[in-house]
């Protein structure tokens, strides 16, 4: 049973930083492009950042490029966001998903329960 | 402001037939699939559509999607109590390298 599983989130003053995680499991985590997408309290998705499958290549919405880092470890089965100079508008549940290995890389087959992280003083 | 756009709600009655419109431009539709994902309040998306117009398994073929030129379509037949959603369409821009969801579109079974 394919399983990702969310870490990290909580809240922290705007500027400051955090690290999520998602440990996978149930799959051969090596073989998929893994994504991370947020939804703000209230509001519809939105896609954040994709990464591939040893992470050579990565994808990021304009509003995060620059301050938020997606990484992978295939020894470790582990998908990480690193999210710097963080804003209030980052307020938000991070989901992580597997990409099905398919292009465009739009499809996301298994999600994470969601992790909410929050910005604010 | 979304760049894929969806209306923001529609409503149909139990055992009827709704669609819900994706409208995009040509540096993202014309050229990449289309997938659609359903959100029950509370759990995690689903992908319910995915290159235009597949099923994943276990997903019914109460649920069709269709694509044509710069928009894209979601058809849900005999409509249950429990399709009570959102519903977003997403694709990829092949000149920004990212992915796009559109704004969503709250069903109500009336």
């Known amino acids: 049973e394919v399983q990702l599983v969310e870490s990290g989130g909580g809240l922290v003053q705007p500027g400051g930083s955090l690290r999520l995680s998602c440990a996978a499991s149930?799959?051969?985590?090596?073989?998929?492009?893994m994504t991370w997408v947020r939804q703000a309290p209230g509001k519809g998705l939105e896609w954040v950042a994709n990464?591939?499958?040893?992470?050579?290549?990565?994808h990021y919405v304009d509003s995060v490029e620059g301050r938020f880092i997606i990484s992978r470890d295939n020894a470790k089965n582990s998908l990480y966001l690193q999210m710097n100079s963080l804003r209030a508008e980052d307020t938000a549940v991070y989901y992580c998903?597997?990409?099905?290995?398919?292009?465009?890389?739009?499809?996301?087959?298994?999600w994470g329960q969601g992790n909410l992280v929050t910005v604010s003083s | 402001q979304s760049v894929l756009t969806q209306p923001p709600s529609v409503s149909a009655a139990p055992g009827q037939k709704v669609t819900i419109s994706c409208s995009g431009s040509?540096?993202?539709?014309?050229?990449?699939?289309v997938s659609w994902y359903q959100q029950l309040p509370g759990p995690a998306p689903k992908l319910l559509i995915f290159e235009n117009s597949k099923r994943p398994s276990g997903i019914p073929d109460r649920f069709s999607g269709s694509k044509s030129g710069t928009s894209a379509t979601l058809a849900i037949t005999g409509l249950q109590t429990e399709d009570e959603a959102d519903y977003y369409c997403v694709t990829w821009d092949s000149s920004l390298r990212a992915v796009l969801f559109g704004g969503g579109t709250k069903l109500t079974v009336l």
């Open positions: 149930g799959f051969t985590f090596r073989s998929n492009w």
């Open positions: 040509s540096s993202n539709f014309e050229n990449n699939h």
């Open positions: 990464i591939n499958f040893d992470g050579s290549e990565t």
């Open positions: 998903a597997r990409l099905m290995v398919l292009w465009p890389p739009i499809n996301f087959d298994y």
